[in-house]
T-cell receptor, first 115, second 114 residues
């Protein structure tokens, strides 16, 4: 069974440009999460989808970030316009349920560098 | 709010010797606790989890952790380190009322000397 995949693995963009990150969850997982690790800091929760609906987006830093999950399958996270402080590693995870007993499976992350 | 503190940012061990990674948590209720590992260029992989059952939790690859409520600790151990254990390890707690929202420690990087 394929795990969580993320694309691209690395992205280098200029400040002010737009970048779109993609996450493909494990097939059949209704729950999809985005997390971010900024340099030198802990991994932080960004948001949670249940199917195509945003359940919790309390961790989104500001309105330059837009996450979508059309059709309840893959998800995209768009940063527009990108700022220097957006640099970091963006992780996606998926799970069958959202209880504490439901394991979140993580992808390898997308390393974003904003110059 | 729940949080975890990993007491060591780096741990270096010799192959075949025990590994101890320390984690303390703060929580106003009975938490769920996890250890994840990330090898270079790989996704975060769940090693083990505690969800209010047995306090000694056994995970994959010979790792185990013990939940100690009196000490608010959840230390990760392995009796004998292998070269393949070199990775970054994260202690994680789930948020009260939002079980899906994970809070991560800062991570401990483990190096294994031959």
């Amino acid at each position: 069974e394929a795990g969580v995949t993320q694309f691209p693995s690395h992205s280098v963009i200029e400040k002010g440009q737009t970048v779109t990150l993609r996450c493909d969850p494990i097939s059949g997982h209704d729950n999809l999460y985005w997390y971010r690790r900024v340099m030198g800091k802990e991994i932080k929760f960004l948001l949670h989808f249940v199917k195509e609906s945003k359940q919790d987006e309390s961790g989104m830093p500001n309105n330059r970030f837009l996450a979508e999950r059309t059709g309840g399958t893959y998800s995209t996270l768009k940063v527009q316009p990108a700022e220097l402080e957006d640099s970091g590693v963006y992780f996606c995870a998926s799970s069958q349920g959202q209880r504490r007993t439901d394991t979140q499976y993580f992808g390898p992350g997308t390393r974003l560098t904003v110059l | 709010a729940q949080s975890v503190t990993q007491l060591d940012s780096h741990v270096s061990v010799s192959e075949g010797t025990p590994v101890l990674l320390r984690c303390n948590y703060s929580s106003s209720y009975s938490p769920s606790l996890f250890w994840y590992v990330q090898h270079p260029n790989k996704g975060l992989q769940l090693l083990l989890k505690y969800t209010s059952a047995a306090t000694l939790v056994k995970g994959i690859n010979g790792f185990e952790a013990e939940f100690k409520k009196s000490e608010t600790s959840f230390h990760l151990t392995k009796p004998s380190a292998h070269m393949s254990d070199a990775a970054e390890y994260f202690c994680v707690v789930s948020d009260q009322g939002s079980d899906y929202k994970l809070s991560f420690g800062a991570g401990t990087t483990v190096t294994v000397r031959a």
